[in-house]
């Protein structure tokens, strides 16, 4: 047993802030912390809103530098994921899952075993699938131990990598934003950073790159920028401050939060269509300092959505053509929310927020109706 070393009074529990309304907790229903001291496992599943039906979410397996900046990261990410399926029409609610640790050193089978086991226990509210730091191989291995998993293998019977596909959806979004902004959706001879190449990052490269885009490449880590100039014709950016250069479109495709007091304040592009989640570092705030730019924001809820479009796949059982059909669909969603955002001169991410928010308000409505009948 524990020793507990320091008394906690009533008293200084009163004087304490409450848990509910803490860092980014947005109403959420349920938030699980999964501990396992044998296989080293520390997760947590925020399950922000069910609605619209059983929250589906990636699990992003990250060395954070505080178990606070993770819960905070989950609570963002997951309420994300509520208005990402909204937006996009999917019969979803919206959910996330992190666990924290290096995802190269200390991610081993009986970690995503047991991890699995805990989205199991939640008997289907929560549906994993991968995030950043996970592979198919990993969802695959998840499966064994619960059916509340998407995003595995096409060997075993899944919609296989989602990544492409959120890649190509990132793609038309972008293409969408570069219509309403320059006049033509057509990217050759666009000057484009894309931050970040990862899974994503490289394949929205290869789309950029087949239409002749002007790109550069920026990482963190150095083989992979190598690799992936051996591969696409890119340039490497070798500055240190990407924000400082001139550029058409800015595409992050690493983490969140890269939009922020400090890169606005320097950023020259012209559009921001990218993979990442959340990011902007305070939507309302940063949604209108952008507004004010004139710099045109496809909000990335909307068009990162073919991950989710490909997982979905394997709930409703339908194939790869009709996942295609509804990740090119991001291109029209886009355009008009873009023109909505214009007209009622709103920020773009309130505009599809908006569009998610009215989605979910109805179904509740009807969820309402359907248990008083
Ligand atoms: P990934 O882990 O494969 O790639 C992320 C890349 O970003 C890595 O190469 C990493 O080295 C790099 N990176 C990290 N910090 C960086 C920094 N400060 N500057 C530059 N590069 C940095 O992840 P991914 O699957 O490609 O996802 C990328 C982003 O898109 C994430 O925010 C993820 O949440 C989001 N997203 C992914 C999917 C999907 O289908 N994989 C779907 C929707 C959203």
Not at 167 to 187: D, P, R
Request: charged share 20%; hydrophobic share 40%; glycine share 10%.
């Amino acid at each position: 047993m524990n020793m507990v070393t320091e008394i906690i009074t009533t008293n200084d529990l009163k004087k304490m802030n409450p848990v509910f309304g803490q860092l980014s907790f947005d109403n959420h229903e349920q938030v699980v912390f999964c501990n396992d001291k044998d296989t080293g496992l520390k997760a947590i599943i925020g399950i922000h809103n069910t609605v619209m039906g059983p929250a589906l979410g990636g699990t992003r397996m990250l060395q954070y530098n505080s178990e606070w900046e993770a819960l905070n990261d989950v609570l963002r990410l997951s309420r994300g994921m509520t208005y990402k399926a909204a937006v996009t029409g999917l019969n979803l609610g919206g959910g996330k899952a992190v666990i924290i640790g290096d995802a190269k050193t200390q991610k081993t089978p009986e970690l995503m075993l047991r991890f699995g086991e805990f989205v199991h226990s939640l008997g289907g509210k929560y549906i994993t699938a991968e995030d950043v730091g996970m592979m198919t191989s990993d969802m695959d291995l998840v499966r064994t131990v619960t059916p509340f998993v998407t995003g595995i293998s096409e060997a075993k019977g899944g919609a296989g990598n989602p990544s492409p596909i959120t890649a190509y959806g990132v793609f038309m979004g972008m293409k969408a934003a570069a219509k309403f902004t320059f006049g033509s959706e057509l990217l050759e001879d666009k000057v484009i950073y894309v931050q970040g190449i990862g899974n994503v990052g490289e394949a929205l490269v290869e789309n950029l790159s087949n239409e002749g885009a002007i790109i550069y490449i920026t990482d963190i880590n150095a083989e992979r920028l190598e690799e992936i100039r051996d591969k696409y014709s890119v340039t490497i950016y070798e500055g240190n401050n990407l924000f400082a250069e001139e550029m058409d479109i800015y595409a992050p495709c690493a983490l969140g939060a890269t939009i922020n007091d400090l890169t606005l304040s320097q950023l020259k592009a012209k559009v921001i269509a990218g993979a990442a989640n959340n990011q902007l570092a305070e939507e309302q705030k940063h949604g209108v300092m952008l507004r004010e730019k004139g710099i045109v924001y496809a909000p990335d809820f909307l068009i990162n959505a073919g991950g989710i479009i490909n997982v979905y796949a394997e709930l409703e059982n339908y194939d790869r053509k009709e996942i295609i059909r509804k990740t090119e669909n991001i291109y029209n969603t886009t355009l008009e929310i873009l023109n909505n955002a214009e007209i009622n001169d709103v920020t773009t991410h309130q505009a599809a927020f908006d569009v998610a928010n009215e989605r979910i308000i109805a179904r509740k409505k009807k969820n309402s109706i359907g248990h008083i009948n």
